[in-house]
């Protein structure tokens, strides 16, 4: 396992929707936007679970916690996530982590 010495910081968010394609359009849109932007997310991962496919848990990994609450604070990213909002049935709900550890397996 690597223990890391800066932090890395991870929001996951929950959600319900009908609506993913419209959502991953305006996610699209707001990447192309965020281009050359610092203190933006460094990866996302989208799943869907099994069990219920109008559910979603969206986690996003940043450089800090710092680069987070920066990102969060972009007018930008205020928009952006009210127009995703609008396209929830439930939630959005959100879970803010730190890392403590990752390990690659293979």
């Known amino acids: ?17 009908d609506r993913i394609d419209d959502m991953r359009s305006v996610i699209e849109q707001a990447d192309q936007q965020a281009m ?3 203190g933006g997310p460094t990866h996302r991962l989208v799943l869907q679970d ?7 848990f969206v986690v996003l990994e940043f450089a800090s916690a710092e680069d ?3 990102n969060s604070e972009a ?17 959005p709900s959100f879970t803010d982590c730190d890392v403590r550890e990752m390990t690659d397996l293979k």
């Open 75 to 91: 007018p930008q990213t205020a928009r952006t996530a009210e127009q995703l909002a609008a396209m929830c049935t439930s939630g």
């Open 68 to 70: 987070a609450r920066r």
């Open 36 to 38: 050359g932007r610092d």
């Open 50 to 56: 099994r069990s219920n496919p109008r559910r979603f």
């Open 1 to 17: 396992p690597c223990l890391l010495g800066r932090m890395k910081f991870v929001q996951m968010i929950e959600f319900e929707t």
